[in-house]
């Protein structure tokens, strides 16, 4: 597992791109999110994306594939929803454990295949770990700004079962991603120490936050430097911040912590802003053109993509990083146990 950090030091390293944009190619009807399993369930599952690593395996493999040939050095599992909270819309709370864990499957057979291929050039999984559909430190009543939906332990066991079921299905690294409420992503943290602990493993840890808008913070309200601070005293992989903005909008966020952490840095920005219909259209090209800034500032260490990009934006990305060298930055000492 550590030779992913062996890896950083040696170049930039590349992660793949959307997962949802291209299940949404596929076309998938309802009856294909059930497969024969799932037929008679009680609730539409139409749009579970996280289900398909179980009701269409060969789609997801397929894709993890098409990632891994453009280029990519990480490939991230089909787990963004895979908490029993986020699981609840579904009523598929009993499925968590089967549906990180195959994921997490899929993913290593993928890409030990790869690794296989190309010895020089090792691929690696991250386990996924979205933000949950609901904010531990604010209301979603606007009329109650004391409530809240889920509690920090709430989140903590919820992410604690998904982490278990993603290590053992083989993951390499854990990717807390799209964060926008750093109180979630500490639950996660949380939940990740006390596995790393029960275990006595030491696994890395990328952690990716969201600026949602102009103003230049999280949901939460913090700056790209607050966020930075509040969650440094783990000894994080990387850092870094994807979704929400188009690559050149989020260069300024990376520019304010990029010399203020010895941890990697990260980022996987979207394929610019959703135009009227809420795609995304920005070409390879110029999503390429905008990630050599990072590069050409040495800003970077791991660069991929979020909504809206394809294989083929990684591919430009890939060849784009080749070039350039990583940012330098001190390895941080992993606590020992």
Request: aromatic share 8%.
């Amino acid at each position: 597992m550590s030779n992913i950090k062996q890896a950083l030091q040696d170049r930039i390293l590349v992660l793949d791109g959307a997962m949802g944009t291209m299940i949404q190619r596929y076309k998938f009807s309802e009856e294909d999110y059930r497969g024969e399993r799932f037929k008679d369930y009680p609730t539409p599952l139409q749009g579970n994306n996280d289900l398909l690593s179980i009701t269409q395996p060969q789609a997801i493999k397929t894709i993890h594939a098409k990632y891994l040939e453009a280029g990519a050095d990480i490939i991230e599992t089909n787990t963004f929803s895979g908490t029993t909270i986020a699981m609840a819309d579904y009523q598929m709370e009993d499925l968590v454990y089967e549906l990180n864990y195959q994921s997490a499957k899929i993913s290593k057979e993928v890409a030990n295949e790869f690794t296989a291929k190309e010895p020089h050039k090792p691929r690696f999984v991250a386990g996924s770990i979205g933000p949950t559909n609901r904010t531990a430190s604010m209301s979603p009543d606007v009329n109650d700004p004391g409530y809240r939906a889920v509690t920090f332990d709430e989140l903590r066991i919820a992410y604690k079962q998904q982490v278990e079921a993603l290590i053992d299905g083989g993951v390499d690294l854990l990717l807390v991603e799209t964060v926008f409420d750093t109180l979630n992503a500490k639950a996660a943290l949380f939940a990740i120490e006390e596995v790393k602990e029960a275990r006595n493993i030491d696994i890395p840890i990328m952690l990716s936050g969201t600026i949602t808008d102009a103003s230049g913070r999280t949901l939460s309200g913090q700056t790209a430097e607050a966020f930075l601070i509040s969650v440094s005293h783990i000894p994080l992989l990387s850092i870094g911040f994807n979704c929400a903005l188009g690559a050149s909008l989020l260069q300024p966020h990376l520019e304010a912590i990029a010399n203020k952490t010895d941890f990697a840095i990260s980022a996987h920005p979207n394929a610019g802003l959703p135009n009227a219909f809420g795609e995304y259209d920005e070409s390879p090209e110029d999503m390429g053109e905008q990630i050599e800034e990072y590069l050409k500032k040495n800003l970077i260490n791991i660069i991929g993509g979020c909504c809206g990009t394809t294989p083929e934006h990684i591919k430009v990305i890939a060849q784009i990083a080749a070039k350039y060298k990583p940012r330098r930055y001190s390895e941080p000492v992993s606590a020992s146990h």
